[in-house]
């Protein structure tokens, strides 16, 4: 038996590697892409990273935590703004490789090559937004890992080997919501692991305590660092508190407080995208074939519903509903695909549909995306924007986009005296605009107004106080792209030619 078991992993190799190529193959052409406003303000932040700032990372203000802005950090030590898309490369084969190995515990080479060809897909599946650098996939990255070293943990003979699987199983899980807050899915997989094969077994057994006390040391580790760093820089923790989690209550409270026309419109959008993408689908099979309302089952079955069940609550709980929040059910729908694509039974062959439609959805995705990119000004606005700004400015300039997207200053390379480089967290932390307008009329005010949306958007300003000071002390001198482009008074440059958009 072990022979053959050994023979069929051998044929399957070519699989796995095919897999991987075919994953650098495809982000290497995201590569060639403009970057989003997520990914440009998050490098534009990294960039002006320092000590001592008003903020976690210096003078701008941003939501994450500190694992994502260090990965962008290292994306920053170069001018080429592209490499952080090709940083999500090894992110990506580590999740591909944990798929593969998630499977292999599950059902064999059978559920290895399904979790590892759906995993690869959804890594690389537009639909989901997963051609972005963003912390979702960062995070998702870190997830699938921790999933499968528990599993190889679980099922691992006694001993010193299996404790150390279950650190490094948790060493993942505690780094990922520090790519991301919300992706808890490692920890709480491992947590109901333990604790359904407790109340199945009716004992805590020294299989239990191991991989329990494995995970709990593991997961400390990334948190003791965070913590060490935020003291030695003189960080308190109410700051990491209300910047990372006590907002995010906040924002909440602000998208659903205004009109209901945006976020239920993008709602209905993600549904559409999570059918379209496959991943709902895999999920809707997960359920009719594990049936978890009747409490059945091993604890890797109780363990997936409870992953899946809490990404949902946590997608839901998101309040925007941008594409990208989708890619946090990848982890969970391997687990799906790999424990029942194998299954010789409908709930199987069900399966074995919603597996290949994500394959499908990438595929065609990658190819719609690719070419819209090369016909079409789709995605390049606001990068045509930025050069046109950064060819008709002077090196000291500064600018102010109105509201919110940050690619424009990174493709200028400019920066921003106003510390909110997104809508909502101006939205939600300056309501009446009240910094805003101090830092135009202020002596440090922008050498530039870029306005990719009204000044009232959101009936932000109702009572045109920030329209007449902006009228009062700049002037439209151009439009670029449809962006109308302000200069402030007294102020002369050489504008560039406009570009074609």
Not at 49 to 76: H, K, N, S
Not at 321 to 342: C, N, R, T
Not at 353 to 380: D, K, N, P, R
Request: net charge neutral.
């Amino acid at each position: 038996m072990e022979i053959g078991q050994g023979a069929a992993r051998i044929r399957q190799r070519p699989l796995l590697l095919g897999l991987c190529l075919a994953v650098v193959a495809v982000r290497l052409t995201y590569v060639l892409h403009p970057l989003r406003p997520d990914e440009a303000g998050y490098l534009l932040i990294a960039r002006e990273w320092e000590a001592g700032g008003e903020f976690l990372y210096g003078d701008y203000y941003v939501d994450r935590p500190p694992l994502l802005m260090l990965i962008f950090r290292v994306a920053a030590l170069s001018d080429w703004d592209p490499l952080i898309r090709l940083l999500t490369i090894p992110f990506a084969l580590l999740f591909v490789l944990a798929a593969w190995r998630t499977g292999d515990k599950l059902a064999g080479q059978a559920g290895a090559a399904w979790a590892a060809v759906v995993g690869s897909a959804l890594m690389c599946s537009p639909a989901i937004a997963a051609d972005q650098a963003d912390g979702e996939l960062f995070a998702a990255a870190l997830v699938m890992p921790s999933i499968a070293l528990a599993l190889t943990a679980w099922r691992t003979a006694p001993g010193g080997r299996r404790f150390l699987l279950a650190a490094a199983a948790g060493l993942f899980a505690g780094a990922a919501p520090l790519a991301k807050q919300n992706f808890l899915e490692g920890a709480l997989f491992i947590a109901v692991l333990v604790v359904a094969s407790s109340i199945l077994s009716k004992r805590v057994g020294p299989r239990e305590l191991s991989v329990a006390g494995g995970a709990l040391a593991g997961i400390l580790v990334p948190q003791v660092l965070v913590w060490g760093w935020a003291g030695s820089v003189g960080i308190e923790a109410s700051s990491i508190w209300g910047d990372l989690a006590a907002f995010r209550v906040e924002a909440f409270e602000v998208i659903w407080s205004g009109s209901l026309q945006a976020p239920v419109a993008r709602a209905l959008r993600l549904v559409l995208l999570g059918l379209v993408s496959g991943v709902l689908l895999v999920l809707g099979c997960w359920v009719a074939a594990a049936r978890p309302w009747r409490l059945r089952g091993d604890p890797v079955q109780w363990a997936t519903t409870a992953v899946l069940a809490f990404v949902f609550v946590a997608i839901v709980a998101g309040g925007s509903y941008w594409p990208h929040y989708l890619v946090q059910l990848a982890p969970g729908a391997v687990l799906a695909v790999g424990a029942v694509a194998p299954r010789l039974t409908r709930a199987g062959r069900w399966m074995r549909l919603a597996g290949t439609t994500t394959v499908a959805a990438a595929a065609v995705g990658t190819l719609v995306l690719t070419v819209a990119y090369e016909v079409s000004a789709i995605g390049w606005v606001h990068h045509r924007t930025g050069e046109w700004l950064a060819a008709s400015s002077g090196s000291r300039d500064t600018a102010f986009v109105a509201y919110g997207n940050a690619a424009v200053l990174e493709t200028a390379d400019m920066g921003s005296p106003y510390p909110h480089l997104w809508s909502l967290p101006m939205r939600t932390l300056d309501p009446d605009q009240r910094r805003l307008r101090e830092t135009l009329a202020g002596p440090d005010a922008p050498t530039w107004i870029v306005e990719i949306n009204g000044l009232n958007s959101w009936e932000i300003d109702e009572r045109s106080l920030l329209r007449d000071l902006v009228e009062e002390r700049y002037r439209v001198v151009v439009e670029v792209c449809g962006n109308q482009v302000w200069l402030r008074r007294g102020v002369s440059r050489p504008l560039a030619p406009v570009p074609d958009c």
